[in-house]
């Protein structure tokens, strides 16, 4: 079992920044890969970023160049940094964890509205 728990999300101006967290734990062995998925009203979750298996960095084009993932060294605390923050950018953000077996872990969850 993987635990995540995201911190972070709250109401910003358009063109401010704003970092979500992830906290992950238990089987942390277990995990393959983490990354960031929003889903926005009426619209389907999408992958924002992720660390692949290699520690690579993905990005979906609309945040590339705006948002950065990083993660600390005991890969426990997850990060979603968010600069220049669009309207579009308003969703609910999920924390996930891709594993070795079973199906994969979410977060609950948390909001970020950003206004006009």
């Known amino acids: 079992q993987v635990q995540l728990v995201e911190r972070g999300g709250r109401l910003v101006q358009a063109g401010e920044s704003l970092t979500l967290s992830c906290a992950i734990s238990?089987?942390?062995?277990?995990?393959?890969?983490t990354g960031w998925y929003r889903q926005a009203p009426g619209k389907q979750r999408e992958l924002v970023a992720k660390?692949?298996?290699?520690?690579?960095?993905n990005y979906v084009d609309s945040v590339k160049g705006r948002f950065a993932i990083s993660r600390d060294n005991t890969k426990t605390m997850m990060l979603l940094h968010m600069t220049r923050l669009r309207p579009e950018d308003t969703a609910v953000y999920y924390c996930?964890?891709?594993?070795?077996?079973?199906?994969?872990?979410w977060g609950q969850g948390t909001q970020v509205t950003v206004s006009s």
């Open positions: 238990g089987r942390m062995s277990s995990i393959k890969t």
């Open positions: 996930n964890a891709e594993l070795s077996w079973g199906p994969p872990s």
């Open positions: 660390f692949t298996s290699s520690g690579d960095r």
